[in-house]
Structure formats: structure tokens, C-alpha cells
């Protein structure tokens, strides 16, 4: 360690230097520093929001922002900045859940598709096509509209709405991969299927998945604001941003009830968005390199 | 060989136009317990569940009930609603044309704004208003449908009482009141469309640009302009089309929420309240046809790829 020579060239695996770049990007900070403030209020909401979210102020119903209630009060006198804190919570709460379902099942069976190949895999990929012909939201809404509006079910269709994609991305890799030599290597010294996927395939496949799952990550909040706030998500009087714009609808002259849950997620959507961008950027950047 | 083209694209999408109507057909067999629980409640008669049972064919086994269902729908036969008892396919007959003009509107909207601030934003790489566009592009994709109808709303409807922000009247009744009630709606979606329009004509117009063509136009004397939209913009078209025929998914499933803020008696609507009063024959038809209308815009736009560029008829 100490009489390592510094003209060595630094070793450093592609994963930090994906993320030295994504956090040396302009792109990737903003993005971060949005995750991690949403991630603050949600972890923290208890704490930092001024009021309970549910919490009845008789003699404030409907007030404009102000200095006690600084995003105003809404249509029941409860305070809107409170709520739009708690409100991070559900939908941290669905993009992740319903994301790393997907991720899961998704990845699952792109890794059998690909490798099995053949009938497996023609039948696997047909129904895929017929599920990515739904739009998302469309798909989303077939399934509760089975299993009814609940915050549980609407994470399990936005996860079944994007097990396709992850699929899709996982098999291709696949495809790529399952001939290298270091696949054949494992085979020859005599690992299984599943030892040569889960240990060889899938640890090269994962940068792919990750940045998959970034960029997927902001439709799938738009998607649980969308069924919220057609009263399809959860139920009152938990706070979520959807449902908070689709109450506002009703009273139009008190704008702040409409600004501040969209801008939330309008902030919300961005940082996701920036985070993807700026990772997908930082992975190919990285592999152009080596 | 144009012939032998669309007979080959279509016979791959019949497998999965079954497989789609398959899917949504599971939706009854996927209803949690008694499906007649599910629909009428807890505390319906025995009675009049064998009713719904008889109704809805359930006595039947499922596979014949598939079939049955699925030649209904070939024959225009959907069923008919669970609470109006009105024929879903009167009921779809009225509401696909809102859905539809609505689509089309906002995809030419998107059209027009996005092509030429994509070309502008490219000719001009690197500038304050190139970077001005892309900032505003990137943030136009990240506002909500529903939220960017209800900002319209509160500035052009509460505030400035310019355009309705409900009341809808069919086109044939009154042209212009249709129009009017149709250009808010049609903004909401028309302009998160017309970012991704101008990220991909942006994009494709870079690279294009670049090449030698161009360069040979440039060089024997084309006016720039000319280079711009007959030599670059031309080549790009391609490409472009091929985004906006594959976002028609998206688009679609923006006019559901579209139409909810703007009162639109369209597809969207008709599912979601089908959702809320259970009533899975409106659901089922509701869905099968978006499906259907979003597999047939990308038949047609792979066509439309494959006629345009001979490179793709070739290969």
C-alpha cells in the first residue's frame, strides 16, 4: 500500500467512475441534490412539517399563504405546506416499491428469455409486445379497475406496467453476453444455468438495469400522481400531490391549492429526470472510454 | 413487394393483437372472488346475480366465453353497460371521435411548434437559444398533463375568461364552439408532445448536418436556408415521424387525464367512470379500442418508415 508508485495508473472499477462522473456533472448534482430533499421530507416529514398533515383549522379554512401556513390552508383549513411534505412520502413510497418490483420480476425474465432462447423465449417476448402495446396508463387503470383503487394496488400496476421494459433491456443484454468467453469459461468448469446468470450474467447486466430504472423512475411517479388524482390511488385523508390537484379543481380561486402540489411534482418529475439523463450520460461516457 | 411488406407486418401483429384481447378478457376472470360480488356488491339478491351470471355468460366455461366475446367484438358487438344498459358499441360510436379529434389536434399542435423549434434550436447548437429551447423542453416534459390543464384553466379560463375550460359541443353541431372548447385540452397535450418532437428533430438535424451531402449542397451554392429545410430538415422527417407514431401510446394516455380536467366526454372518460361504477363491459371496449387504434398507428407508422426509406425496404 505505502510503496505503491503514484505513476501507477489508478484502478478504479466502471461503477465509481460512472458515479465520479454523474456527480461531477451539472446535470447529476441538480438532480441529486432534488432526490435528496425529497428524500429528506419524506424520511423526515414527522419532524419538519409545521402542522399535522391532517390536522382542521376551524377558523382557517381556505387561507392564502401566509406566515403560519406559508403554502396557505385548503378547503377543510388544513395546512397545504404540511401536506405537501407528507405528500413525498406516498409517492417516493409507489416510484420505489412499484420500480423495484419491476425491476425484479422484469430482470428475472429478461435473464431466462435471453438465456433459454428459443420457444421460451418467442412466447415470453409476444406477450411482452402485447403488454408494451398498452399505454401505461391505460394498462394501469385495467388493473384496478380489477382489483380496486388502493395505495397497494396501484404500486403493483405501475410495477406490472414496467416489467415489459425491464424485461426487454435484460433479455437483449442477454443476447449480447451469452456467447463471451467468460460465460463459456463458467460452463466449462461445470456451473449450472442458474449460477452462471445470477453470478456471471447478471453482475454485467445490472449497470444497464440501474440506469433503466432511473429513466423509468419519473414516469412511474407520473403515473401514481395521474391515478391519484383521478381518485384512483389512495384514499383520504392521506396526503399525496395527486389528490390534493384533482381537490383543487373544485375551488379555482384559491390558486395556491393548485400551485404548490403540482410544482412538487413538477420538481419531483425534473429531479428524476435529470438523475436518468445525467446517469445514462455518465455510463456511456464511461464505456466510450474504455 | 409493398403488398408483401404489409402482409408480413400484419400476420406479426395478429399474435399480439390476440394476446392483448386475451388480456383484457382476463380482467373478468381476474376479479377477486365472485365476480358478481364484485360488481353489484355485498348485498345483491341470489336473484339477481343469476341474473348478471346469465348476462354476462359467466355459467359458461371461460374459454368459450373468450370466444364468444371476442366474435361479439369482431361483429361490433361489445356488450352492453352494466348501468345503462346502453350497447357499448353506441357507447363507443359517440366517444372515439372527441378522443380522437382531441389526439389529432394536439399531435398537429405538437408538430407545428416542435419541428421548427427543433430546427431552430439545431442550426443554432451550442447558443443562448438553443440551451434556452432544450431548458424549456426538458421542463415542459416534466409538468403533469393534469397539472398543465389546470394552469391553463386558471390563467385562460378563471383569470383572463378568454376560452371555456368545459362544454363541450359536437363538431357537427357547432364548428366553432367545438374548436373553442377543444383548444385548451389540446394544448395541454400538444405541448409536452412538442418537446419531444424538438428533442428528436434537434437530435436528428445535428447529426444530419454533419454529413458530407450537406456539406456538398453548402458548397456548390445552395442558399443556407435551402440547406436547412430541403437538403437537412427533409432527412430528418423520417426519424422524427417514427417518435411521434410511437408516442401515440402516450398521447392517448394523456387525453384520458385530459379529458377528466376539461369535462371531454371522451375514451378516457368513459373508462374511468366505468371504473368507478364496475362496469367492465364499458371498461374491457374502452381499453380493447385504444389498444387497437395505438397497434394500428405503429403498423402504419413502420409501414410509412419502410415506403419512405428504401435503406429499410431493402434490408
Keep these: 500500500m505505502t510503496d505503491a508508485s503514484p505513476a501507477a495508473p489508478a484502478i478504479t472499477s466502471p461503477g465509481r467512475a460512472i458515479l465520479h462522473r454523474f456527480f461531477t456533472s451539472p446535470l447529476g448534482v441538480t438532480g441529486a441534490t432534488i432526490l435528496g430533499v425529497l428524500i429528506f421530507c419524506a424520511i423526515l416529514a414527522p419532524f419538519i412539517a409545521p402542522h399535522d398533515p391532517t390536522e382542521i383549522f376551524w377558523d382557517h379554512i381556505q387561507q392564502p399563504p401566509s406566515a403560519t401556513f406559508l403554502f396557505g390552508t385548503d378547503e377543510l383549513g388544513r395546512d397545504i405546506l404540511s ?8 409517492s417516493l413510497w409507489v416510484v420505489i416499491c412499484s420500480i423495484g418490483i419491476a425491476l425484479l420480476i422484469g430482470s428475472l425474465i429478461g435473464l431466462i428469455s435471453g438465456y433459454v432462447g428459443g420457444v ?28 380496486g383503487p388502493t395505495l ?68 412511474a411517479l407520473i403515473t401514481e400522481s395521474a391515478l391519484a388524482f383521478l381518485g384512483l390511488g ?13 381537490t383543487a379543481m373544485q375551488y379555482w380561486d384559491a390558486w395556491w391549492m393548485s400551485i404548490f402540489p403540482g410544482l412538487a411534482i413538477f420538481i419531483a418529475v425534473l429531479g428524476l429526470n435529470f438523475t436518468g439523463d445525467a446517469l445514462l450520460d455518465a455510463k456511456q461516457a464511461t464505456e466510450s472510454d474504455n | 413487394m409493398t403488398a408483401r411488406l404489409l402482409l408480413r407486418r400484419i400476420s406479426q401483429l395478429l399474435p399480439t393483437a390476440l394476446i392483448v384481447t386475451f388480456l383484457v378478457f382476463m380482467m373478468t376472470l381476474a376479479l377477486p372472488g365472485d365476480p358478481t360480488t364484485a360488481i353489484l356488491g355485498e348485498d345483491a339478491s341470489a336473484e339477481q346475480r343469476e341474473i348478471l351470471r346469465e348476462k354476462l355468460g359467466l355459467d359458461r366455461p371461460a374459454a368459450v366465453q373468450y370466444v364468444v366475446w371476442l366474435g361479439g367484438m369482431a361483429t361490433g358487438d361489445f356488450g352492453t353497460s352494466l348501468k345503462t344498459g346502453e350497447p357499448v358499441a353506441d357507447m363507443l360510436a359517440l366517444r372515439v371521435p372527441i378522443t380522437v379529434e382531441l389526439t389529432v389536434l394536439s399531435m398537429v399542435l405538437a408538430v407545428l411548434i416542435g419541428i421548427p423549434a427543433g430546427v431552430f434550436a439545431a442550426t443554432r447548437r451550442g447558443s443562448l437559444a438553443d440551451l434556452g429551447i432544450s431548458f424549456l423542453a426538458m421542463s415542459s416534459m416534466a409538468v403533469p398533463y393534469f397539472w398543465a390543464g389546470m394552469l391553463l384553466i386558471m390563467l385562460f379560463a378563471v383569470k383572463l375568461g378568454w376560452l371555456p375550460s368545459s362544454g363541450y359541443v359536437p363538431f357537427h353541431i357547432d364548428p366553432f364552439g367545438n374548436l373553442r372548447a377543444m383548444i385548451l385540452p389540446s394544448i395541454t397535450i400538444g405541448t409536452a408532445m412538442a418537446a419531444l418532437v424538438m428533442r428528436q428533430t434537434r437530435a436528428a438535424m445535428c447529426e ?29 422527417l423520417i426519424p422524427v415521424t417514427t417518435v411521434i407514431g410511437l408516442q401515440i401510446g402516450t398521447l392517448i394516455g394523456g387525453a384520458v387525464v385530459t379529458e377528466t380536467i376539461f369535462s371531454l366526454p371522451g375514451l378516457g372518460r368513459m373508462i374511468v ?29 413502420d409501414l410509412a418508415y419502410s415506403i419512405l426509406d428504401p435503406r429499410v425496404r431493402l434490408s
Excluded at chain 1, 401536506?83 to 406516498?90: C, E, Y
Design chain 1, 152 to 219: 397497494t394496488n396501484a404500486i403493483l400496476a405501475i410495477a406490472v406496467v414496467n416489467i415489459p421494459g425491464f424485461a426487454r433491456v435484460v433479455r437483449g443484454q442477454v443476447l449480447s453476453v451469452r456467447e463471451h468467453e467468460f460465460v463459456e469459461a463458467a460452463r466449462s468448469i461445470g456451473l449450472g444455468p442458474a449460477a452462471i446468470l445470477l453470478r456471471h450474467i447478471l453482475p454485467y447486466v445490472s449497470g444497464n438495469v440501474i440506469v433503466y430504472a432511473s429513466l423509468r423512475a419519473s414516469a
Design chain 1, 120 to 147: 421460451v423465449d418467442d412466447v415470453i417476448m409476444r406477450i411482452n409486445d402485447a403488454i408494451l402495446a398498452f399505454p401505461m396508463l391505460i394498462l394501469a387503470l385495467g388493473i384496478i379497475a380489477v382489483f
Design chain 2, 208 to 236: 444530419t448536418m454533419e454529413q458530407d451531402f450537406i456539406r456538398t449542397a453548402r458548397a456548390k451554392g445552395v442558399r443556407p436556408r435551402s440547406v436547412v429545410y430541403r437538403h437537412g430538415l427533409r432527412n430528418c
Design chain 1, 83 to 90: 401536506r405537501v411534505i407528507w405528500g413525498a412520502r406516498v
Design chain 2, 273 to 301: 367512470n366505468g371504473i368507478f361504477w364496475r362496469d367492465f363491459p364499458v371498461v374491457q371496449g374502452g381499453i380493447v379500442v385504444i389498444v387497437f387504434f395505438v397497434l394500428l398507428v405503429n403498423l402504419v407508422t
Design chain 1, 234 to 246: 389512495v384514499k383520504p385523508p392521506t396526503p399525496t400531490w395527486g389528490s390534493m390537484l384533482a
